[in-house]
């Protein structure tokens, strides 16, 4: 739940008995939507601020290293990835981030609800400056859908940039859901999802691993990042490959990337997948 006074917008997480505010100057937009409430707020210090159901989703300052963990480690990892398929990511950072690769040949991004990228062109244009790449193919519809009819071994990543497994984003951490991306991926094709909180919400991150496992993938592996506007400020997202163990860090093509990271790199990118020990041993 969310509460808003005349300065600050508040996410109340009441399961954690934890609270995370952000002070305002005023709000930008608010609509409702056939599948969601969204708001976008201007705030004082970090920049425009998008929230969607009482949840915070996006702001202009710290979203760089949510969208920077979402796609360049497993980019990175994957010799060759050509065909890359986006599942949520309305705010179009995830899909940019991706379209920076000049490997990428084709990047197709599934978003259920329209008005979040039409709100983010209008609110985060930095996000979608790369909406109109000819790489890039926005589709409006149902991500679970999709992936079902997509023909077999036609993708080498696909990242699940959602929202929390409730209502529209909830089939999107099953087993028959990580059974259809396995179809999709070609050998040692990779999938990313974001898995939320460690601290919080390690029952969800304990039945990824085991939905994954289940559907047929041959590793699986957590990695971690800071993340502020976020319940508890910490958190994860979960990789699996196809056919082969997540190694293989292409470490020379880190170093040699044509554009800049703000948070990402090949020592960020190694020490994201060591894990503290509580969450190690939750997760073996």
């Known amino acids: 739940m969310s509460t808003l006074d005349a300065n600050w917008f508040t996410e109340i997480h009441q399961d954690a008995g934890s609270a995370f505010s952000l002070r305002i100057r005023r709000k930008l937009a608010d609509e409702r939507t056939p599948y969601q409430h969204i708001e976008v707020f201007e705030t004082t210090d970090f920049g425009n601020f998008m929230v969607i159901d009482g949840c915070t989703m996006v702001t202009a300052r710290e979203n760089f290293v949510y969208h920077e963990m979402m796609t360049h480690p497993v980019l990175y990892t994957h010799a060759a990835p050509r065909d890359v398929l986006i599942i949520g990511g309305g705010d179009c ?97 990779m999938i990313v999802q974001q898995s939320e909180s460690p601290l919080l919400h390690l029952k969800i991150l304990r039945d990824m691993h085991s939905a994954m496992r289940d559907a047929g993938y041959a590793d699986v592996r957590t990695l971690h990042f800071p993340q502020m506007i976020y319940p508890s400020g910490w958190w994860s997202a979960t990789v699996a490959r196809k056919g082969e163990k997540i190694e293989g860090l292409r470490e020379v093509d880190v170093a040699a990337r044509p554009f800049e990271t703000k948070y990402y790199n090949a020592d960020i990118h190694r020490a994201a997948f060591v894990l503290p020990t509580f969450l190690r041993e939750a997760l073996a």
Do not use: M
Not at 110 to 117: F, S
Not at 168 to 175: K, V, Y
Not at 182 to 188: N, T
């Open 93 to 189: 950072g995830t899909l940019r981030e991706v379209l920076r690769h000049p490997e990428v040949a084709s990047a197709v991004q599934v978003e259920i609800d329209e008005r979040v990228t039409r709100l983010a062109e209008q609110y985060f244009p930095e996000l979608c400056e790369l909406n109109h790449d000819p790489r890039a193919t926005l589709i409006f519809g149902d991500g679970i859908q999709w992936v079902k009819d997509a023909p077999a071994s036609s993708l080498d990543v696909v990242i699940i940039d959602s929202t929390d497994p409730v209502g529209p984003a909830e089939g999107l951490f099953s087993r028959p859901f990580y059974a259809d991306c396995l179809r999709v991926l070609r050998a040692g094709g």
